[in-house]
């Protein structure tokens, strides 16, 4: 069933939209001129992957997640870490590009994987990394299958029902015949083969054009809402809001930070997403959007302060002294351990200690052993 965006009680969702659009401009606007800009969107990478899967019904540990960033894995990562660091990845890509290219054909491919739409071929596991998705090529110049190679795969068909007729006429009735290859690396226990992924995206691009004149956050809300409903994947539904929050990056709302909408949807019910009338669903993705962009404005905020409560330590320091790289790569990650410091400031791990103690670092996670260190 196709998705109708139909009449929008504008009356009931201009209001919340407008609010949301206020927060966001504000937001961007402290971000273009702030010195924690950089440990800010940094932060916000973990936060938000560890949001996706809580978003799924998984729990992921924030201190799990920034030791296997960094290669210093404490136990096995599991299957919910791994995919925990694939949206944090693709958080990474897609802000260390273009505005245009999270929409681009080699964006779309690079970020959703390289598998073909609508020709008959299975996605792989290493093109659905992290649960990502194909995107059909409908840009000028890339077309979906040359029409060379269908030929060719057609005639292969018959060559193939020759080879089998003839085996037969000659007498090896015994011969098992020969089966279409298949992917093997795709499990059908996982992935149902009748799932059309990419009649379910096209429906939903095509939406994306539909709405364009429409506010951005509410574009936005109608989009996400779009993503549940359509359900064009059958897992990794995380890129939804990642391919939102660079359109509202691409339409310069967030302009120099992409939106941390998994965040935001912790703040929202489910029950108020996934309502049964329309209009209820849309003001639930606009609360979503209000929530991402006040969280942002709240992390802001905590981090001048401990970049302020941090910077008077600094004061009458020797000018070699290692605390003022500690408080950029404090600033940076949302928890620190001493293998972190030991590695990044080249100093022993009693140094790490000394440094951890002067500037009054908050232990996180409350373990005897393998412990991390953040702000207040």
């Known amino acids: 069933m196709a998705y109708e965006i139909g009449t929008l009680p504008l009356e009931r969702l201009v209001g919340p939209a407008t609010r949301a659009t206020e927060l966001f401009a504000r937001l961007d606007e402290r971000l273009a001129h702030s010195p924690v800009r950089d440990g800010w969107i940094e932060r916000s990478h973990f936060h938000d992957a560890v949001a996706a899967l809580w978003v799924e019904g998984e729990l992921?540990?924030?201190?799990?997640?920034?030791?296997?960033?960094a290669e210093m894995d404490q136990r096995t990562p599991t299957h919910e870490l791994t995919r925990a660091h694939a949206?944090?990845?693709?958080?990474r890509r897609i802000l260390s590009q273009g505005r245009d290219w999270p929409f681009s054909r080699e964006g779309l491919r690079e970020l959703a994987g390289r598998a073909g739409i609508g020709t008959g071929r299975t996605l792989s596991e290493s093109d659905r990394e992290g649960e990502g998705m194909p995107f059909p090529e409908t840009?000028?110049?890339?077309?979906?299958?040359?029409?060379?190679?269908?030929?060719?795969?057609?005639?292969?068909?018959?060559?193939?029902v020759l080879t089998r007729s003839s085996r037969l006429l000659s007498g090896a009735a015994h011969v098992a015949p020969a089966r279409p290859r298949q992917d093997d690396t795709r499990l059908a226990v996982l992935y149902d083969e009748d799932w059309d992924e990419g009649a379910r995206l096209a429906e939903w691009r095509e939406l994306m054009e539909r709405t364009r004149e429409l506010p951005l956050v509410l574009r936005g809300a109608v989009l996400l809402d779009a993503w549940t409903d359509i359900e064009v994947l059958q897992r990794g539904d995380w890129i939804g809001p990642l391919l939102v929050g660079a359109l509202l990056r691409q339409g310069g709302l967030c302009a120099h930070h992409l939106a941390c909408?998994?965040?935001?949807?912790?703040?929202?019910?489910?029950?108020?997403?996934?309502?049964?009338?329309?209009?209820?669903?849309?003001?639930?993705?606009i609360d979503v959007l209000f929530e991402t962009a006040s969280f942002g404005l709240k992390e802001h905020d905590r981090l001048l302060l401990a970049r302020e409560r941090m910077g008077r330590v600094l004061r009458g320091r020797r000018a070699n002294s290692?605390?003022?790289?500690?408080?950029?790569?404090?600033?940076?990650?949302?928890?620190?351990?001493?293998?972190?410091?030991?590695?990044?400031?080249k100093v022993s791990r009693q140094g790490a200690?000394?440094?951890?103690?002067?500037?009054?670092?908050?232990?996180?996670?409350?373990?005897?052993?393998?412990?991390?260190?953040?702000?207040?």
């Open 60 to 69: 992921v540990h924030l201190e799990d997640l920034v030791f296997h960033d």
């Open 353 to 376: 200690l000394d440094l951890i103690g002067a500037l009054g670092l908050r232990e996180m996670t409350g373990r005897g052993s393998f412990r991390a260190w953040g702000i207040i």
């Open 87 to 91: 949206v944090l990845r693709k958080r």
């Open 139 to 160: 840009e000028a110049g890339g077309a979906d299958e040359p029409e060379d190679d269908v030929l060719a795969q057609e005639f292969a068909e018959i060559d193939a």
């Open 261 to 285: 909408l998994h965040l935001g949807a912790q703040k929202v019910p489910r029950e108020r997403r996934r309502a049964r009338d329309r209009t209820e669903r849309l003001l639930a993705w």
């Open 322 to 345: 290692k605390l003022p790289a500690l408080v950029d790569l404090v600033l940076s990650r949302p928890l620190v351990s001493t293998g972190t410091i030991q590695k990044a400031l």
